[in-house]
């Protein structure tokens, strides 16, 4: 673990290989609670090559409570399992979070077991199901818009208008519903993309937080209204239906 960036070694290097990511997940998961739980109300899971704007994640999640259970990202389904990427990154309410830690991964009839060589991903949002976590897609994080936040391929796939990379093969396999593709892919207030090698995070870094256009308008930002659980069910029932 590089203690220069904070990080710490939630397991030994023995046991850090991708086909036991799940168990890492887990054991990271474990730290935070322990650690962070009181101090914090989100708790947002990454890649080490996925770039964030935390300020459009702080906006998109101004308007709900983090004491409803709840779960946002890139939604993917497989074997009948609704998921959510996790090179997207995803994140969960204090609520969520709290279930899952606590009940969920001391449960193996509500979490797949940490020995199977599973996609950590696809682990989690079962059990965050099985706990009473609703999944909600990155594309209905903001009532105003439906197009999507969180990114599982680089942004340069996602702007292809003509849909030839074989990098989103898999996308298209797995999202249910049709992607979006060219400058249409993306809502303007984006929060994560995956893949980014640490060139392209430096050019997101300029692009979003020091090129300026003069003559253009800055848009005036106003924060959304809050959301209970129950509008929260009533909207998401509606918006998958």
């Known amino acids: 673990a590089d203690v220069d960036l904070g990080a710490v070694p939630v397991v030994d290097s023995a046991t850090d290989k991708y086909d036991l990511l799940w168990h890492k ?34 906006y998109s999640l101004y308007a709900y409570d983090p004491e409803t259970p709840v779960f946002f990202g890139y939604e993917l389904l497989q074997l009948n399992v ?11 309410s204090k609520e969520a979070f709290s279930r899952v ?5 001391n449960n193996e009839t509500l979490c797949p077991p940490t020995k199977y060589a599973l996609p950590e991903d696809y682990c989690m949002s079962i ?6 976590a609703l999944p909600v897609d990155g594309r209905f994080i903001r009532s105003s818009e439906s197009k999507q ?21 898999w996308i298209e396999r797995l999202t249910p519903y049709t992607v979006d593709w060219g400058l249409n892919c993306c809502s303007n207030y984006s929060i994560s993309f995956h893949y980014t090698d640490p060139a392209i995070m430096y050019l997101y870094e300029f692009f979003i937080y020091h090129l300026r256009a003069v003559g253009l308008p800055q ?11 129950a509008e929260l069910l009533n909207r998401f029932s509606n918006e998958r239906n």
């Open 25 to 58: 997940v887990q054991q990271g998961f474990r730290y935070v609670y322990a650690r962070y739980y009181a101090d914090y109300d989100w708790f947002l899971k990454a890649d080490d090559d996925t770039y964030v704007i935390m300020e459009n994640l702080r």
């Open 82 to 92: 609704t998921y959510m990427s996790g090179g997207a990154g995803y994140v969960l």
């Open 127 to 132: 059990c965050l199901q099985n706990v009473g």
């Open 149 to 169: 936040t969180f990114f599982p391929l680089q942004l340069t796939d996602f702007m292809d208008s003509n849909e030839t990379l074989s990098s989103g093969d």
């Open 219 to 229: 848009p005036r930002v106003i924060l959304p209204d809050k959301i209970d659980h």
């Open 101 to 105: 830690v606590t009940t969920g991964f």
